[in-house]
Nanobody, 124 residues
């Protein structure tokens, strides 16, 4: 039913920028809060950013001031604008969503649907 499709990953230089997109389909976009997670090789999956349906945002401390999450409701699309990229940002980035409920935002275990991921590689 609900499907999430990430795009925009690729190679970027340290200090550069990259914009990821997540296309939502198969359900009512307005029922969900949207999240971005990432997983680097040999590391655990970690929360990156989230945006509530109402527009409120939340960020992992390591990306605050550099990354911006946003959404375009008519297009059913969520974005992650990544600026001042660091080599430490290299990872597979996943889009995920959860129905709106207490404690769900940013909690990987609470996600209802996941995208397949898009690889971001930052070189020095």
């Amino acid at each position: 039913q609900v499907q999430l499709a990430e795009s925009g990953g690729g190679l970027a230089q340290a200090g550069g920028s990259l914009r990821l997109s997540c296309a939502f389909s198969g359900g009512a976009f307005s029922r969900y809060d949207m999240n971005w997670f990432r997983q680097a090789p040999g590391k655990e999956r970690e929360f990156v950013a989230a945006i509530k349906w109402s527009g409120g945002t939340f960020y992992q401390d390591s990306v605050k001031g550099r990354f911006t999450i946003s959404k375009d409701n008519p297009k059913n699309t969520v974005y992650l604008e990544m600026n001042i990229l660091k080599t430490e940002d290299t990872a597979v980035y996943y889009c995920a969503c959860t129905t709106q409920r207490l404690g769900a935002l940013g909690n990987a275990a609470a996600m209802n649907y996941w995208g397949k991921g898009t690889l971001v590689t930052v070189s020095s």
